[in-house]
């Protein structure tokens, strides 16, 4: 028995001891293969699903190193029905393959009879399949091969895709390293995603996602679509490319709401591909017609589903998500790992500020309280209402000037969910506010006078939550935000990462109304940075003025 920090649970628990002088590195260890579930001050609670120990598989982790990292962090006794469990479920992965076989096209292949026996007559699968080979190998129909992943996802028995991809169309891209180049874990999520075909690549904001794709695309050599979560997003990509690459303004097309451009090197947003008429998906199909030799998905733990369904459709194509947090609040991470690919590459949050490449942040929780009406008000409401009262609080508004008051000179963002309140904070502020229906124009206009430092506050709705780049931000204050979402916390975090130039720290505030669904919700978003190593400090905003 050793005084490690971690208790390890039968029921598939994992707790750890945050104030242990093993914590950090605990956490690191076990964050390949457990995903955190509460994160209280004092003891962090992890849990172990099949999802997570095959996405651990899946990106080189055998059962044996995870069952290692258990015994050597933790304090008690592994229980043994658990160490044999999680070598049983990491065992289900890859007893079923995809691959391409001379004379038959598309086939599964077992090295476990009885399996392939399970799944084909699963009434779900059995109709994607052809004839039976022999009895290790069944014949796939080439069009269900994404569809058939995830059903045996679903089914506990995920397929490792070693069918190959078409070459697509080439296209000649090259880096251009003159003044720049690629950071070490940049490297190797480049060379992780190529060795495993497609997947995933989990990076921090501000730690250069875009510069990976762009290396990725420069392995490939092929004509690239990449999806993406809005026209300025796009845009961003489109000026990134021609800064580090060899590609030219006439290569890079936009496809848009309001451009429709394919080009070798087409960027498209997420909005434009679900657009439908008369039933259809008129802007997938053309899309889908062009030979790509890659598809990038920008931010891919927001894939709306008829992209899903999409990728579905797409699987003879190189795939490389990028991402931020594979975190989705719908639970679809299984529908990401089995279209997309696994995690290829995931590199924790506090390792790469150790590194330098993105800048420490210190996050603080102001809470208020609610005046005597409004609370009334919160306790007489539908529980429908109930959010929205107790998220935009009147008290808010003048907790957020004097947060702006104290860091007078600093380049400072408010982010909230309703646009009421931010205008009205707008108005307080004398601050422009950037909302949904802000034309891009004016958006890139106020985007640059910011970067510039023309401008020192933006009030930003949740368009911002997403790929925009705004490296001098120092501060953020969160007003509102979407009910539990720990990715959208993640994001706004994310919005201060980029190194400041004086070595400065960023401070996040979440503004929180005390004994309210806003209290409970702000908990739940904290907990995918909590397991990054980002600790909360609690402050009464009565204090502010003496902060």
Known sequence: MSDGPLIVQSDKTILLEVDHEQATEARHAIAAFAELERAPEHMHSYRLTPLGLWNARAAGLDAEQVLDTLLKYSRFPVPHSLLLDIEETMSRYGRLWLEKDEQHGL???????????????????????????????????????????????????????????????????????????????????????????????????????????????????????????NTVSARQWKDELLKRTSLTEDEIGEYSGTVKEVRPVTIATYQVMTKKRGGLYPHLELLDENDWGLIIYDEVHLLPAPIFRMTADLQARRRLGLTATLVREDGREGEVFSLIGPKRYDAPWKDIEAQGYIAPADCVEVRVDLPRDERVAYAMAEDADKYRLCSTSETKTSVVERLVASHAGDQLLVIGQYIDQLDEIGGKLDAPVIKGETPVKERQRLFSAFRAGELHTLVVSKVANFSIDLPEASVAIQVSGSFGSRQEEAQRLGRLLRPKADGRSARFYTVVARDTLDQEYAARRQRFLAEQGYAYTIMDAKDIAAA
């Open 107 to 229: 086939v599964m292949r077992t090295n476990d009879y009885p399996v392939l026996e399970e799944v084909m007559h699963a009434k779900k699968i059995e109709p994607l399949l052809g004839p039976r080979i022999d009895a290790n190998t069944v014949v796939v129909h080439n069009s269900e091969r994404g569809q058939l992943k995830q059903l045996l996802l679903k089914v506990g028995w995920p397929a490792e895709d070693f069918a190959g991809y078409v070459d697509g169309q080439p296209h000649p891209i090259e880096l251009d390293l003159t003044d720049w180049q690629l950071r070490p874990y940049q490297n190797l999520a480049v060379e992780n995603f190529w060795a495993g075909g497609s997947g995933v690549v989990v990076l921090p904001c501000g730690a250069g996602k875009t510069l990976v794709g762009a290396a990725a695309m420069a392995t490939s050599g092929t004509t690239t679509l990449i999806l993406v979560t």
